[in-house]
C-alpha cells in the first residue's frame, strides 16, 4: 500500500520535474517564508526527479520500521543500544529531508549523529559490563575513576572503534565517513566555503543558504552517500541483535534486504562515491 501512494505521487507531478531546475535559484533570501517556500520547492522537486530511485528511500525506511515492529526486547543490556536505534531512525528521517531540501551540511551533521550513536551501541552490544560507566553521566554524584574511565571510552567514540577495529568488523568504513561528516560539522573551511558567494554588482558579501550541487551526478553521488551509510548501520544492529529476534518475520526481511542490495548496487554503480581523501578530524 505504502508503495502505490509513493507511486502515485510520482505519476502526478509532471509539474514539478518540469521546475525542479527552476528553483536552484542564488538569489538571497528575504525572509523565513520565502526560506521556506525554497525549501518546499527542492523537497517536492526532488522527490519528483528521483521517480523510481525514491524507492530507495522508501524501502531502506521499511527496513528500519521493520525491526521496531518485533516483539519488545526487555534485556536491560539492550535497551540503551535499541534506545540508540530508534535515535538513528530518527536521524535518517532528518538527514535525507534536509538533503532533498539541499542541506547537505545539515544532512551530513545528521549522519554523523546517527554514527556516533552507532558506535555507542556496537560497543555497549560487545560490552554490556559497561553500561553503567555510559550512564555515569547521568548521575548527580560522579565517581571520579568511572568519570575518567568514561572520556577514556565514550568522550570520542568514533576513535575507540577506530582504534579497535578489528573487534568491530561491522563497523569498518564507517569511522572514515564520520571523519568526513566532521567537516560539515564544524567551521573548517572545506565544509563552509562553498557557501561563499560574493555580489559584484552589488558589492555585498552573501552566504548561500542551500547546497546546490554544481553537476547533476553531484547531487546522486552524495544521495549515494547516505543511503549506503544508513544501511551500513542498519546492517550493524541488523546483525549483531535484530536477525536473531525476527522470528517468523525473517525471510520476509531478508527478502527486503536482497532486493534493496540489487538495487542499491546499480545506484552506486551509476552514482559512485569517494571519500578516500578526506583528512583525519578527530
Not at 571520579?144 to 569498518?172: G, M, Q, R, S, V
Not at 567551521?187 to 542551500?210: C, N, T, V, W
Request: with cysteine; aromatic share 14%; hydrophobic share 35%.
Amino acid at each position: 500500500m505504502a508503495n502505490k501512494r509513493v507511486q502515485a505521487a510520482h505519476n502526478s507531478a509532471p509539474d514539478l520535474r518540469r521546475s525542479a531546475t527552476k528553483i536552484m535559484s542564488t538569489k538571497p533570501i528575504t525572509d523565513l517564508i520565502h526560506f521556506f517556500g525554497i525549501e518546499e520547492s527542492n523537497l517536492l522537486g526532488n522527490i519528483a526527479n528521483l521517480g523510481e530511485d525514491y524507492f530507495l528511500i522508501h524501502n531502506l525506511d521499511i527496513l528500519y520500521q521493520s525491526c521496531t515492529r518485533l516483539q519488545p526486547i526487555n534485556e536491560r543490556s539492550l535497551r540503551i543500544p535499541l534506545f540508540l536505534y530508534l535515535i538513528v531512525h530518527g536521524e535518517f528521517y532528518n538527514a535525507v529531508s534536509s538533503y532533498l531540501r539541499i542541506h547537505k551540511s545539515i544532512s551530513f551533521r545528521c549522519m554523523r549523529s546517527a554514527l556516533d550513536c552507532s558506535f555507542t551501541a556496537y560497543y555497549l552490544l560487545k560490552h554490556p559490563d559497561k553500561l553503567d560507566i555510559y550512564l555515569n553521566k547521568l548521575s548527580e554524584d560522579k565517581d571520579k575513576e568511572i568519570d575518567k574511565e568514561w572520556n577514556k571510552t565514550f568522550l570520542n567514540i568514533k576513535k575507540t572503534i577506530k582504534k579497535d577495529i578489528e573487534n568491530f568488523p561491522l563497523a569498518k568504513g564507517l569511522p572514515e565517513i564520520h571523519e568526513f561528516c566532521s567537516t560539515y560539522s564544524h567551521s573548517d573551511a572545506l565544509g563552509i566555503l562553498h557557501r561563499y558567494h560574493e555580489d559584484r554588482e552589488r558589492s555585498m558579501l552573501q552566504a548561500k543558504y542551500f547546497d546546490y550541487e554544481k553537476k547533476h551526478d553531484d547531487f546522486h553521488k552524495w544521495l549515494s552517500c547516505i543511503i549506503v551509510t544508513y544501511f551500513n548501520i542498519w546492517l550493524l544492529y541488523w546483525q549483531e541483535v535484530f536477525i536473531y529476534r525476527a522470528g517468523n518475520k525473517l525471510q520476509d526481511i531478508e527478502k527486503i534486504i536482497v532486493e534493496f542490495q540489487k538495487r542499491l548496487k546499480s545506484y552506486t554503480e551509476k552514482y559512485p562515491f569517494d571519500i578516500s581523501a578526506t583528512e583525519d578530524n578527530d
